[in-house]
């Protein structure tokens, strides 16, 4: 769907609700595909993020308990993290994180190694987070199996009568189902364990500063998953050449020197990792790759109901982008898991 409009004053009284009332300057913010983000610049020279909660795919009760819950946890641990100033549902004001940004595209393997690190630091920083369990924010939110049977409903429906033009999209699906259920299975039979995770690791959901510290945003999604698929989208996006929508596909590859500096970065802070789960790194790069890529086709094929799009073809080039990394793993496999496998053994050592 296209970007939602809001007027002055819907916006004065989200933020009057939430104590501000000097606000000089309010506009739109960053390339979330999700909520609507927008920076607040202050009388007081205070700048704000404030931010209305996609209310179609969040519960938003649930979504305000685990962030509330994440962060003060995290405050508490002295560890670095969002800072909300409000929460009045479906508002929220979180206080801007100067002199860090946020990109699309990793610059430097050094970068990429430091996003690894973060996130791998958030997933430990939360292991200990008390009882009772996270609520489950979107169940099944990384399931492939159940993303397939999504694909094929919204094939058969064909709401927006689009079916017909990705026929080669399909198949390029088809021919990837055998894969589908493995890290699910895995997690069902315990052979890998559940551990409290972000699960929206995409490179502009962590914050880098110059001097290489860096703040894990974006954490509506956390809740409880697999470190597997944590990774698996760092692969995804950190070793990306090209944008999310690159047009041209000879420019999107995945690039092997993102990906070693990536499984280094990881590894050195994920020390809690499992053999089984270092030892299904690099696949997991492959699946949830494959996954995101069925979940822009399915919003394609159902008339662009969940991301965020700019233009008819949006969702459709972001699923070509995607098949396009797929394949370029997919050739890379080897080396890849060769990759793995040797940083394991010197980090472990
Ligand atoms: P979405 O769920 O739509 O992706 P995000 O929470 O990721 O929304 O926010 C979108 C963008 O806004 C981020 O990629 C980042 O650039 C910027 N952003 C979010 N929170 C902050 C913050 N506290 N300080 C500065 N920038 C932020
Ligand atoms: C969405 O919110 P944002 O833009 O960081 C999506 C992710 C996808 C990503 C693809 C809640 O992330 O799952 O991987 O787009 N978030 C949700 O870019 O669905
Ligand atoms: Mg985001």
């Given at each position: 769907m296209g970007s939602r409009v809001y007027t002055r004053e819907q916006l004065d009284a989200a933020l009057a609700s939430m104590g501000v009332t000097d606000q000089t300057d309010v506009s739109r913010y960053g390339s979330g595909h999700i909520n609507d983000t927008f920076k607040v610049e202050t009388r007081r020279g205070v700048r704000y993020i404030l931010q209305r909660v996609n209310t179609d795919i969040f519960p938003q009760e649930m979504l305000k308990a685990n962030i509330l819950r994440v962060t003060q946890f995290l405050k508490a641990k002295g560890v670095k993290s969002l800072e909300v100033v409000g929460y009045e549902n479906p508002w929220r004001l979180y206080a801007f994180l100067e002199g860090y940004t946020s990109v699309d595209i990793v610059t430097s393997p050094r970068e990429a190694a430091l996003a690894a690190g973060a996130f791998a630091k958030f997933q430990n920083d939360l292991a200990d987070l008390p009882a009772p369990r996270l609520g489950d924010i979107i169940p099944r939110f990384h399931d492939t199996v159940d993303r397939l049977r999504l694909l094929d409903e919204a094939a058969a429906a064909d709401v927006a009568g689009r079916r017909s033009g990705v026929s080669a999209e399909l198949a390029f699906v088809d021919a990837r189902?055998?894969?589908?259920a493995k890290i699910v299975k895995m997690l069902e039979k315990g052979e890998i364990p559940e551990r409290i995770t972000h699960?929206?690791?995409?490179?502009?959901?962590v914050m880098l500063a110059p001097d290489g510290t860096n703040v894990v945003i974006d954490?509506?999604?956390?809740?409880?998953?697999?470190a597997l698929y944590d990774f698996g989208d760092m692969v995804r996006t950190s070793?990306?050449?090209?944008?999310?929508?690159?047009?041209?596909?000879?420019?999107v590859y995945s690039r092997k020197e993102y990906f070693e500096a990536l499984v280094r970065g990881y590894l050195a802070e994920a020390r809690f990792l499992t053999e089984a789960e270092k030892a299904n790194l690099a696949f997991s790069g492959r699946l949830i790759t494959l996954t995101i890529g069925i979940r822009f086709l399915t919003d394609y094929l159902a008339g662009d109901t969940y991301f965020r799009t700019a233009y008819p073809e949006h969702n459709l080039v972001r699923a070509h982008t995607q098949f396009r990394m797929v394949e370029s793993m997919e050739a890379q496999a080897g080396e890849y898991e060769r990759i793995v496998r040797t940083a394991s053994g010197e980090i472990r050592a």
């Open positions: 189902r055998d894969e589908a699960n929206d690791t995409k490179i502009n959901n954490l509506d999604t956390t809740m409880p998953g697999s070793t990306a050449a090209a944008a999310e929508d690159e047009r041209d596909l000879s420019k």
